[in-house]
């Protein structure tokens, strides 16, 4: 197999692809897709532009969200992990939050901006388990829910990756840094013009058996998610509306890995 091209210019998620004799086959035909898509974009801006600006992209917090609104969101947002952060395409970044708009919100934007996203459950996982993640992804920068950040903020205290631990508002008050940053950002952002190959996502076990395990997802699988199941299987339509009670990191990786199988994260020997 031949991987397409890449933008991120930290390149630790394609540097740990297993090697090609031990993926999986993936039969890709009828999801041609181009070399470069941003699945944050694909998500949000392309949505506007394909004229669904005032649909529902979102309810929660007792509001709904239309799409044009999301992608101004993000796009504050992604502005802000750039400009302010430093964050680089192909940087890791932890997610913790339990199931609200702004860590939909988070995702997108960091994955606008190039970067990987590691999504935590947070009833499920303390400073132990996510010190084990935050190892082995070589996450340096994280966003949490401010209400949530104790477990979070043992573990970088003692993390030698984990350099940055941002907050943000999980409740409709746009309260926290992270909020309060991207507030005054331009609601027009250049998603990274990231390849169809590049890992968007790390979903990772819990890793109650042992250490745990990631399984690597590229921005096209999760297209295919949407075109393949979403579309053929479940016939959806813009009129419906989903509901679902499972933490949003535990439900992605579920979805994701009902796709086509993924390559899993090859642990390297940390450097002397």
């Known amino acids: 197999m031949t991987l397409g091209p890449s933008a991120h210019t930290d390149t630790f998620s394609r540097d ?4 090609f004799d031990q993926w999986p ?10 070399e470069y898509i941003n699945i944050g974009s694909e998500m949000t801006d392309e949505m506007v532009g394909r004229g669904f600006s005032d649909h529902t992209a979102l309810i929660g917090n007792g509001r709904r969200r239309t799409y044009k609104e ?22 890791r970044i932890m997610i913790r939050s339990a199931n609200n708009p702004a860590m939909v919100a988070c995702w997108l934007a960091a994955t606008k901006a190039g970067a990987v996203v590691v999504n935590t459950m947070p009833m499920l996982l303390r400073a132990g388990e996510l010190a084990k993640i935050v190892d082995k992804a070589e996450i340096k920068l ?7 950040m104790d477990e979070l903020a043992i573990c970088g205290k003692t993390s030698k990756f984990l350099e940055k631990i941002i907050g ?14 991207a507030l005054n950002k331009d609601v027009r952002f250049t ?11 790390l979903g990772f076990t819990s890793g109650t058996t042992g250490e745990p395990k990631a399984t690597m997802h590229f921005h096209r699988d999760l297209l295919i998610i949407a075109d ?3 579309k053929e299987v479940l ?38």
């Open 16 to 19: 740990n692809l297993p090697p």
């Open 228 to 230: 393949g199941y979403a």
């Open 142 to 148: 994280a966003l949490c829910d401010t209400r949530i």
């Open 25 to 34: 086959d993936f039969l890709l035909d009828g999801f041609d897709y181009p």
């Open 168 to 181: 943000f508002d999980g409740t409709a008050n746009h309260d926290a840094e992270l909020d309060r940053v």
């Open 235 to 272: 016939g959806v339509t813009p009129d419906d509306v989903f509901v679902g009670s499972p933490p949003l990191a535990g439900l992605q990786f579920s979805r994701f890995v009902s796709g086509p199988p993924q390559p899993c994260l090859r642990q390297q020997p940390h450097p002397t």
């Open 191 to 201: 998603a990274v013009k990231t390849g169809r190959d590049d890992v968007a996502l």
């Open 70 to 91: 999301l992608t101004d969101w993000t796009n504050r947002l992604a502005h802000a992990l750039v400009e302010d952060y430093g964050v680089e395409p192909g940087n």
